[in-house]
């Protein structure tokens, strides 16, 4: 077979693996030590296909979570900090449950649908901090009933009181109970470390970059394993490809807390925009089950190619404001495209391989690969 045949790189039984081993190494918060493994793995991988490839190093302000635990009348209840996080020690903040006068107690609020910490999330929630909550328990709707953790900006301040999110169906328990105990065991570094991941290859002056998050709140099989798995197929086929491109390959840290990975790699280590021919962005649940997916450009040239590979789903759309980290690229008038979106347990911790596939992932990289090159034999 022809090893530039995009089924010599993109078999889903390939695919799959790479998903099961990214989701394997543990749950990815930005700047923990599963994050780190994560960056040092993706640079052995790189590495091992001829790249070279380093670690860029940068400093975040970070929550190190050890655990949380949320009883109702004795019952445990499943929850998860909301970032970041007021830490209460190994004692926990106790109180009556409340949905009205507050007081006190521990109020329990039902927060908007979701992924991202927005003005209506604080709606709900401050004014029960402002009447005096000792802790509060946010009711995350989704489509599993998982609990959703929720993303924030890089300069969000901890909480006033622990604030902990739960899953829809916990409410119904919530709701009947008398009394609650909320506690959040951790503690802030004001500079942590985490790593984006910077690799490259060949030396011709068409430069083709290829990015994608590999942080998440937890294993995160579906939301980033996906692109963690297509980026690393990508990255052997450049690798065997006789090309004029220079190939750039970054893996970003920071996506839950502000895309943090992505600004830094952006105001420092990143190719200015008139050097980059075209910049593939691999987000969330780009081959998920469930997944809403958007594929987009802010290139009218880059449609024709896109629009061969992905006749069906998803379509091409032309926009100069583009969802996720691909966002930042289009306001610094980089030449992309990249898929984005959500799928049903995003942002839980049921997100484990089962949410994909070897024959989801399989159709999904073989386009993108063939778009891609599309794209650089017409450049």
């Known amino acids: 077979m022809d090893n530039l045949d995009p ?9 799959f693996n790479d998903v099961k081993a990214y989701s394997a190494l543990g749950e990815h918060r930005t700047a923990s030590e599963v994050d780190r493994k994560t960056s040092q793995w993706l640079v052995k991988q790189l590495e091992g296909y001829g790249f070279t490839a380093r670690l860029a190093p940068f400093r975040v302000r970070q929550f190190q979570f050890a655990s949380a635990r949320l009883t109702a009348d004795g019952r445990s209840i499943p929850c998860f900090p909301l970032w970041p996080p007021r830490a209460t020690g190994m004692e926990p903040v106790r109180g009556a449950v409340a949905h009205g006068a507050v007081k006190g107690c521990v109020a329990v609020v039902r927060l908007p649908k979701g992924g991202a910490i927005t003005p209506a999330h604080l709606a709900a929630i401050q004014p029960m901090i402002d ?6 328990v946010g009711v995350t709707p989704s489509e599993s009933g998982e609990l959703m953790a929720l993303n924030v900006e890089a300069d969000a301040q901890p909480w006033p009181v ?5 899953g829809l169906p916990d409410e119904v328990n919530l709701r009947g109970a008398s009394g609650a105990a909320v506690s959040i065991e951790g503690h802030e570094e004001a500079r942590a470390e985490a790593f984006n991941v910077v690799g490259e290859i060949g030396s011709g002056k068409k430069r083709i970059v290829v990015s994608t998050p590999s942080s998440g709140w937890f294993r995160c099989a579906g939301e980033r394993g996906p692109g963690i798995a297509i980026w690393l197929a990508l990255a052997r086929w450049a690798s065997h490809r006789e090309s004029n491109a220079r190939y750039t390959f970054i893996a970003t840290s920071g996506h839950e807390v502000g895309e943090q990975g992505m600004k830094h790699y952006l105001s420092s280590d990143a190719p200015k925009p008139d050097a980059v021919l075209a910049w593939l962005h691999l987000g969330a649940s780009i081959a998920a089950k469930g997944s809403t997916r958007r594929l987009m450009t802010n290139r009218r040239a880059f449609l024709p190619a896109l629009s061969r590979e992905f006749s069906v789903d998803p379509r091409p759309e032309l926009t100069e404001t583009p969802v996720g980290e691909l966002g930042q690229l289009a306001a610094l008038k980089y030449p992309c495209f990249g898929i984005a979106g959500g799928h049903r347990l995003f942002h839980s911790p049921g997100d484990l391989p089962t949410t994909t596939s070897a024959a989801m992932l399989e159709p999904v990289g073989q386009a993108l690969l063939r778009a891609l090159a599309d794209l650089e034999s017409d450049l």
Do not use: D, K, S
Not at 7 to 15: A, D, N, P, S
Not at 131 to 136: F, P
Not at 162 to 166: D, I, R, S, T, Y
């Open 7 to 15: 089924q010599h790189f993109m078999t889903g039984e390939l695919l």
């Open 162 to 166: 622990p604030v902990v999110l739960v």
């Open 131 to 136: 009447q005096g909550a000792v802790a509060v």
